[in-house]
């Protein structure tokens, strides 16, 4: 199959999944082009039937906002047409799936018949889509798609019940290549962080406030207390500033290390005991997965997708959103306890597996299959 792939370029979930999921397609032979704004961060040079189309949005003194979402219809047409692809996968519901519908139905005024696919990833539908100016047209588009997927049955159900949605949705989870986070380096991240074997817990995201990073430095503090370990953040985002304010009031900076945005964050995974995953919604949490694929036991709230994944007792444990106490807790427990640990450890790395791109990659490619049984042949194939 020829295949164009929508998404943000960016580190976020939805755009590390869509890069993940071009490579492994291209792997399995199909002929795989990326239509975004920016070369996507796990984007790989080195595949020969994985294609990159740069949007290009001029700067006009006319608009006050530049019309991105109909320069990415007007270069889906382009790349439609010119590359002979049979469908379209567009990752976010806005502005992807509006603008997929878009440059559908002009191909289909010049006789060309290309249908699209919308995989609805998260605060798209829980954060975005709740906002009244935009709900009509994410229910538009949702509903215009060929095809709709959703990363978690959570998600699935937030979305049929804050949308008008009238079509089926399908959950297809978010996966994991696990060869990318075995045998990792950990010498130099543990002599630079914890030479004296202080306990390392970790926590990834985009620092937005859904994220409640400020509960996961209230966490670290109370474990430091009772037992030596150090606190290690990748990321970048809005409330970096108020957890850095924070860790100075909690006189914690010294054992607090801000990591930045890592393009192989797999190196500090290995080394992590716990991974805290305080947010206040998760629709599927990818960042839980990578931990659990590297053995790492998950310290997180019952919020959305996360019980889809994170089994409370076996490969970490759940609290409350903002239930800084019982997550402290829970660490605690986690740390002090050698045979539990190893435990968890094992049975976390096993949960990951059923979460393998091995499992999950066949699903797109059936999907693909049915969408185009089911449309009508491209007149460019």
Known sequence: MRIGIV???TFGGSGV???ELGKELALEGHDVHFITYDL?????????????HEVVVNDYPLFDYQPYELVLASRMVDVVKHEQLDLLHVHYAIPHASAAYMAREILRSQGINIPFITTLHGTDITLVGKDASFEPVITFAINQSNAVTAVSESLKEDTYQHFNVNREIEVIPNFIDLSRYEGCS???????????????????????PVKRVEDAIRVFSKVREEIPCKMLFAGDGP?????????????????????GKLKHIEEVYSVADAFILPSETESFGLAALEAMASHVPVISSNTGGIPEINIHGETGF??????????????LKLLKDDELMAKMRQ????RAKEFSKDSIIPMYERLYERTLADSKPNQNA
Do not use: W
Request: net charge neutral.
């Open 7 to 9: 998404c943000y370029p």
């Open 17 to 19: 999944v869509a890069t």
């Open 40 to 52: 996507p961060v796990r984007f790989d040079h080195f595949i020969s039937n994985l294609h990159y």
């Open 186 to 208: 950990t010498e130099g991240v543990t002599k630079a962080f914890a030479p004296n074997g202080e306990r390392i817990l970790f926590h990834a995201s985009n620092f937005r």
């Open 239 to 259: 409330d970096r500033p108020k957890i850095e304010a924070l860790c100075r009031q909690l006189g914690t900076c010294k054992d607090v290390h801000f990591l």
């Open 318 to 331: 759940m609290s409350n959103v903002g239930d800084i106490d019982d997550m402290t807790a829970n660490t």
């Open 347 to 350: 049975r976390a790395y096993l």
